[in-house]
C-alpha cells in the first residue's frame, strides 16, 4: 500500500492526467456556457448578422492590409537599427521608440487629423485607419524581426566568415533562415495583437466589428447578445491567426 500510493499519485500528475482533466474542465464550462447561450433573447438582432459580418470582414481587411503594410516597412526599420550607421540607426531607434510609447489610439487621432494639414487634402476615415494601423504594425513588427535578427548566436556569422562568405551571403543564407525560425512564435502573438487594435478605429467612425456592434446595440439594446458575439468574433479570429503557426512550423506547440 505505502509502494502504490506515490505511483498514483504520479499517474494523476502525468500529463495525460493533466490533459484529461482539463479536457473534462472545458467540457463542463462549455455545457454550462451553453445553456447561458440558449437562455438569451436573440430574436433583436437575427435581422443583423450580415450588417454584424459586414463589419467583421471590414476588420479583417484593415488588419491584412495595414500588417502587409507595416511588415513591409518594418524590415528597413528592423535592418537600419542593426545593421545601419549611427546616424540611420538612431534615427530608426528614435521613430520606433516614440511610437511605441505613444497609446495607440493618440496614433489613430494624430494620422486623422494631422495629415490634412500636412498634405492639403481631405483624409478620409479609412485611408486614416490604414495609415495609422499600418504605423503601429510597422513599429511592432520591426522589433520582432530586430529580435529574430539578434537570436542568431554572433559564432555562426563568425564561422561563416571564417569559410569566406561574404556578408550579403551569410546573413541570406545563415542569419535569416534562423531568424524567420525564431521569430514566428512572437510574431503571431504581435498579428494577434495587431488585429484586436482594430477596434480602435470605431473613434475616427470607420464602421468594423466593434463599432457595428455598437451600433447595433443602440438600435435594439440586446447588449449580452451582442458582446458575446463580440467576444465570440474575437476569438475565433484571433485563434484563427494563431493556427497559421502549425503552416510556418507544425513542430511549434503552442503550450510550450
Known sequence: MTERGPE???????PRAKLLAWRAACGVMLILALRVVVGLDWAPIESSWLFLLTGLGRS?????????????????????????PPGLRHAATALIECVR????????????????????NQ?????????????I???????????????????QIEASAATGMSSLSTFLHVVLPQAVRNMVPALIAQL???????????????????????????????????????????????????????????????LE
Open 101 to 120: 510609447a505613444t497609446p495607440e489610439l493618440m496614433i489613430v487621432f494624430w494620422v486623422y487629423f494631422t495629415l490634412p494639414i500636412v498634405t492639403g
Open 60 to 84: 479583417w481587411l484593415l488588419a491584412i492590409i495595414s500588417i502587409v503594410v507595416g511588415g513591409l516597412a518594418a524590415a528597413p526599420l528592423a535592418l537600419a537599427r542593426v545593421y545601419g
Open 8 to 14: 498514483r499519485w504520479h499517474g494523476l500528475r502525468s
Open 137 to 155: 504594425a510597422a513599429v511592432y513588427l520591426a522589433e520582432v524581426f530586430r529580435a529574430g535578427l539578434y537570436s542568431v548566436p554572433r559564432g
Open 123 to 135: 483624409v478620409t476615415n479609412w485611408n486614416a485607419a490604414l495609415g495609422s494601423l499600418s504605423v
Open 192 to 254: 494577434v495583437g495587431l488585429f484586436k487594435t482594430t477596434s480602435l478605429v470605431y473613434a475616427i467612425g470607420v464602421m468594423e466589428f466593434f463599432r457595428s456592434i455598437t451600433v447595433t446595440n443602440n438600435a435594439v439594446f440586446a447588449p449580452y447578445e451582442l458582446y458575446l458575439v463580440l467576444a465570440l468574433g474575437y476569438f475565433v479570429s484571433c485563434f484563427a491567426i494563431t493556427r497559421v503557426v502549425r503552416w510556418f512550423d507544425p513542430k511549434y506547440q503552442l
